[in-house]
């Protein structure tokens, strides 16, 4: 039994008259029989009693017009959510992201205008250093990344996007030699005990940038885990934090922060995403911040 026999039959069972049947569903008569046919033989029985003017269910068609529209429906509804999560109005969109990617409002400006136009898509998000971004994106346990570029060696199979640029500045307590001075270079921090964030192996690369070597750094390194960390331990006194610029946006007593000059490349925001991307609901974002990427909305 094929759908189009239960359409067939519910038409018939609707319009008592095979004629009208037919012209509902835009076929001519006698393949309309001949379907309804093929559907009692399937049943083993007829569904209609058929008289020179109107056609009847009989009680096997009662029972059976009551099972077909379920089914009808029932069908219908998995073909529209299908076409929903195709053309990227429901479903998932699993999402890593680094801090600087929100400080610098690249994901909060993509979330709200996604959200603005597909607002029945889950968004989750997880905050996930650079290289797991990227096994998890290439492994499938994650959709889209929004990273530093760091590690992004390993990254080759992965569509990666820039998306912003951010500079680097240093975050100290207000006491500190430091913070009142007009400029910071790299230079000056070097009898300093230095504090990042230690995602994987973006620490050394960070501080690569700053031409620092951290096993001849003689003042150490202090390697912690999310921005929040390396924030209270600079507010303590621990040493000197260096964190993307936009990290000033976090106010908290008794820090103060001042950009870090001459650095030769600070850091860029990117997205990253598999090249042969199936769902739905990814391709949708990604093809709005694509636009937004490019200054379209």
């Known amino acids: 039994m094929e759908l189009r026999h239960l359409?067939?039959?519910?038409?018939?069972?609707?319009?008592r008259h095979f004629g009208r049947a037919a012209a509902r569903l835009h076929v001519t008569q006698s393949t309309l029989s001949a379907q309804v046919q093929s559907l009692e033989r399937e049943v083993g029985g007829p569904v209609f009693a058929r008289t020179s003017r109107r056609v009847e269910l009989t009680e096997a068609g009662?029972?059976?017009l009551a099972e077909a529209r379920r089914t009808l429906a029932q069908a219908d509804r998995a073909?529209?959510?299908?076409?929903?999560?195709?053309?990227g109005e429901i479903?998932?969109?699993?999402?890593?992201?680094?801090?600087?990617?929100?400080?610098?409002?690249?994901?909060?400006a993509d979330l709200r205008r996604f959200h603005q136009?597909?607002?029945?898509?889950?968004?989750?998000?997880?905050?996930?250093?650079?290289?797991?971004?990227?096994?998890g994106v290439r492994e499938g346990t994650i959709d889209i990344g929004y990273s530093a570029d760091f590690d992004l060696n390993d990254a080759d199979d992965l569509v990666v996007t820039r998306r912003a640029k951010s500079s680097l500045s240093i975050a100290v307590r207000r006491d500190h030699p430091l913070a009142d001075a007009?400029?910071?270079?790299?230079?000056?921090l070097t009898d300093e005990k230095l504090i990042v964030v230690a995602a994987d192996e973006g620490d050394e690369t960070l501080l690569a940038r700053l031409q620092i070597t951290p096993r001849e750094h003689k003042s150490g390194i202090?390697?912690?885990?999310?921005?929040?960390?390396?924030?209270?331990?600079?507010?303590?006194?621990?040493?000197?934090?260096?964190?993307?610029?936009p990290t000033q946006y976090i106010a908290l007593p008794d820090i103060t922060y001042r950009p870090l000059h001459a650095t030769p490349t600070g850091l860029n925001v990117v997205t990253l995403s598999r090249p042969d991307e199936l769902s739905g609901p990814v391709r949708a974002f990604l093809g709005q911040a694509s636009r937004a990427a490019r200054g379209r909305p």
Do not use: C, M, W
């Open 79 to 87: 073909l529209s959510v299908a076409r929903q999560s195709v053309n």
């Open 222 to 245: 202090h390697l912690v885990s999310g921005s929040l960390a390396v924030l209270a331990l600079a507010a303590a006194g621990a040493g000197v934090a260096v964190v993307p610029t």
């Open 62 to 64: 009662e029972l059976l």
């Open 91 to 108: 479903g998932e969109v699993r999402i890593a992201f680094s801090g600087v990617a929100v400080l610098e409002g690249v994901l909060p």
């Open 117 to 135: 136009a597909h607002p029945h898509v889950e968004l989750t998000l997880t905050e996930l250093p650079p290289t797991a971004q990227i096994h």
């Open 7 to 15: 359409r067939y039959f519910v038409a018939v069972a609707e319009e």
């Open 182 to 188: 007009a400029t910071v270079t790299a230079a000056d």
